[in-house]
Nanobody, 127 residues
Framework: QLQLVESGGGLVQPGGSLRLSCAASGFTLDFYAIGWFRQAPGKEREGFSCISSSGARTNYADSVKGRFTTSRDAAKNTVYLQMNNLKPEDTAIYYC????????????????????WGQGTQVTVSS
């Protein structure tokens, strides 16, 4: 069974850090670009970051630029999202998604562009 499994969410104080993991099961992520999405209560899902299958290209929305970093570890078949200086407005359910692509430099953040989705992990930033 092909699936993405996320972990690493939790409750953190403003200014704190968390690292989310997105691990693939049943397939290798080598030819998949990864997108990161989040959905806050009462808001639409937002695609805020992506990393190409090669790992050479990353993009970030202005809302997270300079605070979040995504990376991938091929040996562990896992993609990471390091989140620093977290703010209350970062509170949301966070999802990773995978898109099969032959273009190693492709980076995507539109939901319809993805084939597989993780189950989501809750991130709450509160004092």
């Amino acid at each position: 069974q092909l699936q993405l499994v996320e972990s690493g969410g939790g409750l953190v104080q403003p200014g704190g850090s968390l690292r989310l993991s997105c691990a693939a099961s049943g397939f290798t992520l080598d030819f998949y670009a990864i997108g990161w999405f989040r959905q806050a209560p009462g808001k639409e899902r937002e695609g805020f970051s992506c990393i190409s299958s090669s790992g050479a290209r990353t993009n970030y929305a202005d809302s997270v630029k300079g605070r979040f970093t995504t990376s991938r570890d091929a040996a562990k078949n896992t993609v990471y999202l390091q989140m620093n200086n977290l703010k209350p407005e970062d509170t949301a359910i966070y999802y990773c998604a995978a898109r099969r692509t032959d273009y190693s430099g492709g980076c995507y953040t539109q939901g319809y562009q993805f084939n597989y989705w993780g189950q989501g992990t809750q991130v709450t930033v509160s004092s």
